[in-house]
């Protein structure tokens, strides 16, 4: 039996007397896409920031390709092929889109070609030609290049959310967490970020995706997974958990029946 890419087990984590994450397991292969739902309060973040290494959790293990990581931090997990984005995208505005990228594709994540300086190539090309190479390929795939000289203060909400994904994509992912990348954009651009979770999920990467617009979620993920007051509640087919009673009575309310089956625009 393959070893899936990520398994997280028994994860815990409180601030003093609130609980964020209760004995949490899941587990995620490569190619396969997680929508983490559940209302506001539910540890959703906090769960990411566990995987990310960003926050360490107080009981229970994160394994990434087999390796027990729990207690590595967010740039050693980044080393090993874990990247996120932020909801709210905070890009250095005074770089251009593609000075963005670079930043990540020189300082951050994964190296190809072993152990030389940071950037460097197994085809042999030196470490700012490698960095170059992937921010130009991060540009590429989320469909940014021609913004590539643009002020990154100055984008639009929809591109400002494609340069936060073409930041981690920089860096070589694998394992690649979403937060809420879908909100606040309109319903004629879910779709394009819709394709584009696709697209990545279909090339290999792994993706957990927290997300509060449902039928964007259902349109990508595999398996869906609701927490609330830092548990697991449901977990498994997207469409039969937000129909679960207990999914329902904890977050969807009476909205569960106006969920469509696909994103405007995108097909079943």
Not at 27 to 52: I, Q, Y
């Amino acid at each position: 039996m393959t070893e899936p890419l990520l398994r997280v087990t028994g994860v815990a984590k409180r601030f003093g007397r609130v609980v964020t994450a209760r004995d949490v397991s899941f587990e995620l292969s490569a190619g396969e896409a997680l929508g983490l739902v559940g209302p506001n309060g539910a540890g959703k973040t906090t769960l990411l920031d566990v995987v990310a290494g960003t926050l360490r959790a107080d009981a229970g293990t994160v394994t990434l390709d087999g390796q027990d990581v729990t207690r590595l931090g967010a740039a050693a997990r980044a080393d090993r092929g874990v990247a996120r984005s932020y909801q709210v995208p905070r890009p250095f505005g005074g770089l251009t889109v593609f000075e963005n990228v670079l930043v990540g594709a020189s300082f951050a994540g994964r190296r190809p070609g072993g152990g030389g300086a940071p950037g460097g190539r197994a085809d042999g090309a030196g470490p700012a030609e490698g960095a170059r190479d992937r921010a130009w390929h991060a540009l590429a795939v989320t469909d940014l290049t021609g913004a590539a000289n643009t002020p990154s203060g100055s984008l639009r909400l929809l591109d400002r959310k494609r340069l936060e994904v073409a930041r981690a994509l920089a860096t070589g992912p694998r394992l690649l967490l979403l937060d809420e990348i879908a909100g606040g954009l309109t319903d004629r651009e879910l779709p394009q970020v819709v394709g584009l979770v696709r697209r990545l999920r279909d090339d290999g990467v792994a993706v957990v995706w927290i997300e509060h617009v449902l039928h964007a979620l259902l349109d990508v993920v595999d398996r869906l997974l609701c927490l609330a007051a830092g548990e697991v509640i449901a977990q498994g087919d997207p469409h039969e958990v937000i129909r679960s009673p207990q999914v329902v009575e904890v977050y969807l309310g009476s909205t569960v029946d106006s969920v469509p089956d696909s994103v405007p625009g995108e097909p079943a």
